[in-house]
């Protein structure tokens, strides 16, 4: 069990600072190569595919205006429009919607960029948090670095059925040796590029009992942030916001997040829902994917909800 202080000193161990050249904003995003993504590929074997994302609820999760309009040619100031067939077509009709969230946080399925967490007041790859604006959002490893999308090979390994439970406890720690014992079980090997979604079996929990949990939760424990830097894993997952909470360390709130976003330039996947992907690769006997994450390319943001997509 790493100490107090061997967390901290994982800004320094586990730093990847330099490593793809001082002007890098992908971080580990840079592990995936295009070979990972032939491999990737390749992990297609029955051409099923499984969304690994919550449906946003209206209101609970987003604040939503929709208009209709049955007929376009009645809407007012249609009478303006440049166009004549605009005027004579009486038959069609249109609705659209403003749409209004804040997705980071412990219920939507979203993509943090490194810019979301500073740590002494400072960015991947050591830009200053300055470089985030209010007007105009961050200027420096925001979410538009993945803009030509994460494709890659997912692995998912499934905590709660290695321990023989429904779901882990809230504050129950996901260790390294889980992760190897999930392997094990599973017939699969995480390797340099892959993504890793952790099921704790909160997905479970949230579908029989409609409950979001509060800031306790289970998740990984910063002892895996090592493991996860040795494996070279480009992106990580979970069916909770990650950090196992409470994460064991008064001066570290959220180790996981503010080492991996900070240090490491590790990209992260939280609350996604891993429920109907664990019953795929349970039936298929197959717990490795071709996983495809597309951010929306909202500029100078920390991060954009996603539907994260599992194709086995």
């Not at 004579?88 to 980071?104: A, N």
């Not at 890659?152 to 504050?171: K, Y």
């Not at 509060?214 to 894993?233: D, N, Y």
Request: with cysteine; proline share 5%; aromatic share 8%.
């Amino acid at each position: 069990m790493p100490t107090q202080d061997d967390v901290l000193g994982y800004f320094d161990t586990l730093s990847n600072w330099g490593r793809w050249g001082d002007d890098d904003e992908l971080g580990t995003l840079n592990h995936i190569t295009d070979d990972v993504r032939l491999a990737a590929a390749r992990a297609v074997r029955h051409g099923r595919s499984v969304s690994c994302a919550w449906e946003v609820s209206v209101p609970e999760d987003m604040e939503r205006s929709t208009t209709t309009c049955p007929c376009a040619a009645d809407m007012p100031g249609a009478e303006n429009m440049p166009v004549s067939a605009f005027h004579k077509d009486r038959r069609w009709g249109f609705s659209s919607e403003r749409l209004g969230l804040t997705f980071h946080g412990n219920t939507l399925t979203h993509l943090d960029s490194p810019c979301h967490i500073f740590w002494d007041g400072t960015m991947y790859n050591g830009r200053s948090h300055e470089l985030v604006d209010a007007e105009t959002g961050s200027a420096w490893a925001s979410v538009t670095a993945a803009a030509n999308g994460i494709v890659t090979r997912g692995v998912l390994l499934d905590i709660a059925g290695v321990r023989g439970v429904p779901w882990l406890e809230p504050g129950q720690g996901v260790f390294p040796d889980d992760l190897e014992e999930a392997e094990r079980r599973q017939g699969v090997r995480v390797r340099s590029g892959d993504a890793v979604l952790l099921r704790t079996g909160y997905g479970r929990l949230r579908h029989e009992t409609g409950a979001a949990s509060g800031f306790t939760q289970a998740g990984w424990h910063a002892s895996c942030l090592p493991w996860l830097r040795e494996r070279e894993v480009a992106l990580i997952g979970a069916d909770t916001p990650q950090d196992v909470q409470p994460s064991g360390y008064d001066s570290v709130l959220m180790p996981v997040h503010a080492v991996s976003l900070v240090a490491m330039g590790l990209w992260l996947l939280d609350n996604c829902d891993l429920e109907a992907c664990t019953t795929t690769a349970a039936e298929l006997g197959q717990w490795d994917f071709q996983l495809a994450v597309a951010p929306v390319r909202f500029a100078g943001t920390s991060g954009s909800p996603v539907n994260p997509i599992a194709t086995f």
